[in-house]
Nanobody, 119 residues
């Protein structure tokens, strides 16, 4: 069974930085595209950034210029560096990955990590 576990969320002040991490564990053969989503209170979940297995990154305009996505294939980890945080960045941040396992190729989600930006 494949699991994704996020970490790094917390309460920060406007202008602060935060680094989120997500690690995949379990039995699988390969992790393809990995991505970060966020879901602000009362809103739908949407993608913030994604990164392919080759390291090509894409960013949503909502946080472009303030986030950097990276991955460590040897550690099955994807990270999201959040900079110059704003109160409107408050959300639950989720990791998503396309993973090949004995069950086939499928998307997996983490449980989410809360980021709260408040003065």
């Amino acid at each position: 069974q494949v699991q994704l576990v996020e970490s790094g969320g917390g309460l920060v002040h406007p202008g602060d930085s935060l680094r989120l991490s997500c690690t995949a564990s379990g039995s699988f053969s390969r992790i393809y595209t990995m991505a970060w989503y966020r879901q602000p209170p009362g809103q739908e979940r949407h993608e913030v950034a994604s990164i392919t297995i080759a390291g090509t990154a894409q960013y949503d305009d909502s946080m472009k210029g303030r986030v950097i996505i990276s991955r460590d294939n040897a550690r099955n980890t994807v990270s999201l560096q959040l900079n110059s945080l704003l109160p409107e960045d408050t959300a639950v941040y989720y990791c998503k990955a396309n993973i090949a396992s004995s069950a086939g190729l499928g998307f997996h989600w983490g449980q989410g990590t809360q980021v709260t930006v408040s003065s």
